[in-house]
């Protein structure tokens, strides 16, 4: 036998039925026994779902304020035309709450129009500062500029990102019927996620917390240096100041809300924020104006699926609903035409 004839031998698969594509097979048959039961199940188990999850969602308390300003008639329009990164102002906004507030009640502050998923915003930080490496502070990343250094120096923490920290100052009051104000407690410690605070975010290790941060200069439109963001709380300083976790912990949507504070209750007999009058004092230091953003409080309880989401009880029903109508018509196809071809289940095959 010539070579070429080996060769041409040799490419031939082998004569076995996994080669030959000879091997049993299972090829399920759609029969209306087998797939009417399903719909009819998928429906049963999530308009329930849906409808517990929409009573828990409306079950949580919300109120939310908006105290941008922009309105001539609002307490804080002032401040709002006045206000750019080198001015703060001051300025208060009355509300009533119909429903007493009970367990923890959590306040965040939001932003409108503001988006914090922009690419070369979102990579505009340098993740070796965050994570408290020295040689990092005085040699931050390419990607900060142009926030990378103010008259030659480096800055930290740098980028667009944390040189955009919100910081409005936010306090609450609780207005008694003699018209005295009565300051309500808020909690500043954990408001970031605890991978947040113990993992990504350390700060320079030294003896003297100030000395980590020498050669050094603080943001361009921060107003104090990182290691005195909170003068009352040593703990709360440098790079694990939560406020500014919370707040490099980018959004995915243009209309977002971030943790402020969490107002605890004083005993297990009365409500964390009863019924009644209140006043928001704000030092009004964000502008929002030059790209049509808005700002606003929000004081909400939760449960034990987190925050007000009806949307989720909504979909969990609507998808429910839709595979009960699909299955109550293949019902009805079944029934009418099934039987044609002397077969139940020929016409679903």
């Given amino acids: 036998m010539s070579a ?59 109120f939310e ?7 001539i008639s609002s307490p804080c329009f002032g401040c709002s035309q006045a206000n750019n990164w080198n001015t703060s102002c001051k300025c208060s906004m009355f509300f009533t709450l119909r429903q007493p507030f009970e367990g923890n009640v959590y306040m965040y502050y939001g932003l409108s129009n503001y988006y914090q998923n922009q690419r070369r ?49 936010l306090r609450l009051f609780y207005m008694t019927d003699n018209g005295s104000y009565i300051p309500i407690p808020l909690g500043k410690r954990d408001i970031a996620w605890w991978t947040d605070k113990h993992t990504k975010f350390r700060n320079p290790s030294g003896d003297n917390f100030t000395s980590m941060f020498e050669g050094t200069s603080k943001p361009l439109n921060w107003h104090r240096h990182v290691y005195q963001l909170d003068p009352a709380d040593p703990d709360n300083n440098g790079f694990i100041n939560e406020d500014f976790i919370v ?22 007999h009365s409500p964390t924020l009863p019924a009644g009058n209140y006043s928001l004092h704000i030092n009004y ?34 998808v429910g609903v839709i595979w009960f109508i699909l299955g109550v018509v293949l019902l009805v196809v079944h029934h009418k035409y099934g039987n044609q071809n002397n077969s139940s289940d020929e016409i679903f095959e």
């Fill in 4 to 62: 070429g004839a080996d060769e041409e031998k040799s490419e031939k698969p082998d004569n076995s039925a996994f080669k030959q594509q000879c091997l049993p097979a299972w090829q399920p048959v759609l029969t209306a026994s087998a797939i009417l039961p399903v719909f009819f199940i998928v429906a049963l188990i999530f308009i329930p779902v849906g409808i517990g999850l929409f009573i828990t969602s409306n079950q949580i308390k919300e």
């Fill in 65 to 71: 304020i908006d105290y941008t300003g922009v309105e």
């Fill in 121 to 169: 915003y979102y990579r505009s930080k340098d993740d070796r500062q965050l994570n408290g490496e020295s040689n990092a502070l005085t040699n931050p990343n390419k990607e900060c500029e142009p926030y990378r250094t103010v008259d030659d120096v480096p800055v930290a923490p740098c980028g667009a990102l944390a040189n955009s920290l919100f910081n409005d100052t």
């Fill in 247 to 268: 707040w490099m912990r980018t959004a995915a949507m243009p209309n977002f809300r971030k943790l402020y504070r969490i107002i605890f209750p004083k005993d297990n």
């Fill in 285 to 318: 230091n964000y502008p929002v104006l030059s790209f049509d953003g808005r700002k606003r409080m929000v004081l909400s309880t939760i449960s034990w699926m987190g925050g007000r989401n009806p949307f989720l009880g909504i979909l969990y029903i609507i």
